[in-house]
């Protein structure tokens, strides 16, 4: 059976049985609060449980690294909905120890595309129409600094409304340990 069929047949037996009944909340989150976090599979039921939040507490926005990479791309126009649409009024991003995008290096990608298919004229056309891919597809160094950076973006965007406080975690993976690289309740970095 295909991945996809599994889902499907198990769905089924889910709505079937009426066991969506114990997660059902409402649209706005109770601690009004938006989440970058990582995509990172160890932190899918991790991260809610060290955090104190379940279902319908949260607004969690998922993407490789919990790196806020452009101030006008899709993660800051979730995080920017969260706030403005579903009563968001606070920010925290959310990275972790042990992070795939640490040290992640372009050529490694590049290489991989090359051997499912990519053309390499495809990956040249891409880097003379404007797409850098050495930027976009480069991991970094320091989660500490990494999530520092997304903060910065997200705390000195334009569209901000003034007061919201935005955090800045560390997870560890293996045990839900939480280091804080900012605390948004005070001055910015």
Do not use: W
Not at 11 to 27: A, I, L, P, S
Not at 59 to 67: D, E, L, Q, S
Not at 120 to 129: A, G, Q, V
């Amino acid at each position: 059976m295909k991945l996809l069929e599994e889902i499907l047949d198990h769905n089924e037996k889910f709505v079937g049985n009426k066991e969506y009944e114990k997660y059902q909340r409402g649209k706005l989150p109770n601690k009004k609060m938006v989440i970058v976090s990582c995509m990172d599979t160890r932190l899918v039921e991790l991260l809610p449980k060290a955090m104190n939040v379940g279902n319908g507490d949260v607004k969690i926005v998922k993407t490789a690294g919990a790196v806020v990479s452009h101030p006008f791309g899709s993660i800051m126009r979730s995080i920017l909905v969260a706030i403005y649409e579903l009563g968001a009024e606070e920010v925290c991003i959310v990275g972790h120890y042990d992070c795939g995008m640490a040290s992640l290096e372009t050529e490694s990608i590049v290489s991989k595309m090359k051997d499912r298919g990519v053309q390499k004229e495809t990956l040249h056309t891409l880097n003379y129409s404007g797409v850098e891919l050495e930027k976009f597809l480069k991991g970094f160094n320091s989660v500490e600094e990494s999530v520092k950076e997304s903060v910065e973006v997200v705390e000195n965007h334009p569209l901000l409304p003034e007061g919201i406080p935005v955090h800045g975690l560390i997870i560890d993976p293996d045990t839900g340990r939480l280091d804080k690289v900012k605390d948004g309740y005070q001055q910015r970095l």
